[in-house]
C-alpha cells in the first residue's frame, strides 16, 4: 500500500492563480481530512469528507473547496490564491470516525503565494 | 469551546534526559485523546488512550491519561536526538480531529 500520497511537494503561485492540491489513498478509508499547518502552529482543518459525495467545512474553509467523487481521491482546490494562503497542507483519512481510528497522513505539499 | 493546550510550548534537552510533555483538554463528549510525532514531514501516529489511568508504552515512550484531571502526559526516556520533533496532541470532535499547537522538542548531542 502507498497509504496517503499528495501531489505536488512543492508550489509557488502567484497572488489571484488558482491550483489543485491532489490528494489520494489506497486503503480504503471512508474519511478524508485536508489540514493546513502555518509556521510554529497547529493542524487547522480546512475540510473533511464522511466518503464518497460527502464532504464538511472544518474550522478554516474560506478560500477553499473540495470534492469527493471517489472514496480514493480527495482533492483540495484553491481559486483565488492569497498570501494568507501560504502554507503546508497535510491530508489525511481514516478507516472510520477519528473517534476510535487514527488518521494517516501524506507527506504534504508545501506551498507559497507570492 | 472544546480545546487542547500543550505544555511547554517548546524544550531543550540533552541525550539521556527523561522528559514528560503535557496535553490538557477541555471536551464535552470526550472518547480518546490521540498523540501524534511530527519531524520534518507529516504527523505519525503514536498513541491512542481513551480509559483513565492505563499506560500505553512503546519502546522509550510511554503516555497516560487522566480523565478526572483532564490531561494526558507523553514521557520519553533516555532521549536521543531523533526524538528531536514536535509532539502533537488531539482529540476527536463530530468526524474531526482538533490538534494542539504542539510541543517542540529539541535533544542536543
Known amino acids: 500500500n502507498a497509504g496517503v500520497t499528495q501531489t505536488p511537494k512543492f508550489r509557488i503561485l502567484k497572488i489571484g492563480q488558482s491550483m489543485t492540491l491532489q490528494c489520494t489513498q489506497d486503503?480504503?478509508?471512508?474519511?478524508m481530512y485536508w489540514y493546513r499547518q502555518d509556521p510554529g502552529m497547529g493542524l487547522k482543518l480546512i475540510y473533511y469528507?464522511?466518503?464518497?459525495?460527502?464532504?464538511d467545512k472544518g474550522e478554516v474553509p474560506n478560500g477553499y473547496n473540495v470534492s469527493r467523487s471517489t472514496t480514493e481521491d480527495f482533492p483540495l482546490r484553491l481559486e483565488l490564491a492569497a498570501p494568507s494562503q501560504t502554507s503546508v497542507y497535510f491530508c489525511?483519512?481514516?478507516?472510520?470516525?477519528?473517534?476510535?481510528?487514527?488518521?494517516?497522513f501524506g507527506p504534504g505539499t508545501r506551498l507559497t503565494v507570492l | 469551546e472544546d480545546k487542547v493546550v500543550q505544555s511547554p510550548l517548546s524544550l531543550v534537552v540533552h541525550e539521556g534526559d527523561t522528559v514528560t510533555l503535557n496535553c490538557s483538554y477541555e471536551v464535552t463528549n470526550f472518547r480518546s485523546l490521540l498523540w501524534y510525532k511530527q519531524e520534518k514531514k507529516a504527523p505519525t501516529f503514536l498513541f491512542m488512550l481513551?480509559?483513565?489511568?492505563i499506560e500505553k508504552k512503546s519502546g522509550r515512550l510511554s503516555s497516560i491519561l487522566d480523565k478526572k484531571e483532564l490531561f494526558s502526559i507523553l514521557n520519553i526516556t533516555a532521549t536521543q536526538t531523533g526524538d528531536s520533533a514536535v509532539y502533537l496532541c488531539a482529540f476527536p470532535y463530530g468526524n474531526k480531529l482538533v490538534f494542539g499547537a504542539g510541543t517542540i522538542l529539541r535533544v542536543k548531542s
Open positions: 481513551t480509559s483513565s489511568g
Open positions: 469528507s464522511v466518503g464518497a459525495g460527502i464532504t
Open positions: 486503503m480504503n478509508h471512508n474519511y
Open positions: 489525511a483519512s481514516s478507516y472510520s470516525s477519528s473517534g476510535g481510528n487514527e488518521q494517516f
